[in-house]
Nanobody, 115 residues
């Protein structure tokens, strides 16, 4: 019932930008906190951004100067803007919701940054 659908990934050269989208259904979106995670090959999944139901944001220190997170409640969508991309940003990016002690994940979208 709860569904998170991501889009926006792709191949970009270093220094480029992408905007990732996560469309959420099956929940009252305006009351839901959404996270962005990423997982690179050979590395653990890491939290990169959070946006609360009231729009408060947190960005991981490693990317805080380059990534921003926002939401459009009318569209049930959360965005992750990736700027000044580096090869080390290459990963599968996932959106995530934590609802009633259950975790919900999108399918992931691949971001590949070439040097």
């Amino acid at each position: 019932q709860v569904q998170l659908v991501e889009s926006g990934g792709g191949l970009v050269q270093a220094g480029g930008s992408l905007r990732l989208s996560c469309v959420v259904s099956g929940v009252i979106f305006s009351t839901t906190n959404i996270d962005w995670y990423r997982q690179a090959p050979g590395k653990a999944r890491e939290l990169v951004a959070t946006i609360t139901s009231r729009g408060r944001t947190n960005i991981a220190g490693s990317v805080k100067d380059r990534f921003t997170v926002s939401r459009n409640n009318a569209k049930n969508t959360v965005y992750l803007q990736l700027d000044s991309l580096k090869p080390q940003d290459t990963a599968v990016y996932y959106c995530h919701a934590f609802l009633g002690y259950l975790n919900y994940w999108g399918q992931g979208t691949q971001v590949t940054v070439s040097s």
